[in-house]
Nanobody
Framework: QVQLVESGGGSVKVGGSLILSCEAASSSVNFNCMAWFRQSPGKEREGIVFIHPGGGTEYADSVKGRFTISQDSSTNTRFLQMNSLKPEDSGMYYC????????????????????WGQGTQVTISS
């Protein structure tokens, strides 16, 4: 089982910044894919950042150049730095993880992930 614990959401004004964190605790399951998804009311859950097997990262066009992923290996925590926030960035943010056998890339569909954090709310106001 992989337990993902998120923190760092909140409310900021347009143009502001937030840092989300996702700490992964695994008792017996390894994972080689991690991703951040977000979901706004009435919309599909959208993948915005993927950490692929081997460490490469991929950003959705909607966040490219504004969001940056980093990690602290000592605590198995990934951080999502979000800058220049826009109202359309509002929503619930989730980190997700899974193990992809023999794959080079993480899946982009949220249904492919077995392990999820509890979600953290991000609200951007004008």
């Amino acid at each position: 089982q992989v337990q993902l614990v998120e923190s760092g959401g909140g409310s900021v004004k347009v143009g502001g910044s937030l840092i989300l964190s996702c700490e992964a605790a695994s008792s017996s399951v390894n994972f080689n894919c991690m991703a951040w998804f977000r979901q706004s009311p009435g919309k599909e859950r959208e993948g915005i950042v993927f950490i692929h097997p081997g460490g490469g990262t991929e950003y959705a066009d909607s966040v490219k150049g504004r969001f940056t992923i980093s990690q602290d290996s000592s605590t198995n925590t990934r951080f999502l730095q979000m800058n220049s926030l826009k109202p359309e960035d509002s929503g619930m943010y989730y980190c997700a993880a899974d193990f992809v056998l023999g794959g080079l890339y993480c899946p982009t569909e949220h249904t492919a992930y077995s392990f999820w954090g509890q979600g953290t709310q991000v609200t951007i106001s004008s």
